[in-house]
């Protein structure tokens, strides 16, 4: 996740999605994810502490600051480089559950009250455009999470 001013997805010269101040989410969903990772990932976008408070510290969440998310699905994140020069996706979700599980979390930030929640378009080629501020970049995993032995 990208703290941002703003960000902005076009497909082929159409704009798809865009916001304002929030964050910009790469969402990689891997095999082992479901519905219930997808649920706890939006719940942790939406309260993560790291917009400012009044005397600069990052003390508010995003549904605290008000913002906007802009959802971009990124399998490349599962990149394995382990062997050679040329990147592994196996542990990428298959494009069926990655399709599901982004529009999950879009839906779940949304009825959590976050707004605007845009997304890009899943499988396309993207132009990505975005004002980070801070800049503030934190990467999120479900395997990391104290919750994810309940994940699956």
């Known amino acids: 996740m990208q703290r941002v001013t703003q960000a902005q997805v076009t497909v082929a010269e159409e704009l798809v999605g865009a916001i304002g101040p929030g964050l910009l989410v790469y969402l990689g969903v891997g095999r082992a994810d479901d519905e219930l ?5 939006a719940r942790r976008l939406a309260n993560m502490r790291i917009f400012p408070d009044s005397e600069g510290r990052m003390n508010r ?42 529009a999950a979390v879009a839906t779940a930030l949304f009825s959590l009250g976050v707004t605007p929640v845009a997304q890009g378009r899943f499988g396309a080629h993207m132009l ?17 999470q104290p919750w994810a032995a309940d994940c699956g």
């Open 37 to 41: 990772v997808a649920q706890h990932m």
């Open 61 to 102: 969440s995003l549904l605290e600051a008000g913002g906007g998310v802009l959802v971009v699905s990124q399998f490349t994140l599962f990149a394995d480089l382990h062997r050679g020069h040329r990147p592994s996706f196996m542990a990428a979700a298959a494009p069926d559950l990655g399709v599901q599980l982004c």
């Open 128 to 144: 990505v455009e975005s004002c980070n501020d801070g800049p503030v970049t934190i990467v999120a995993s479900a395997a990391e």
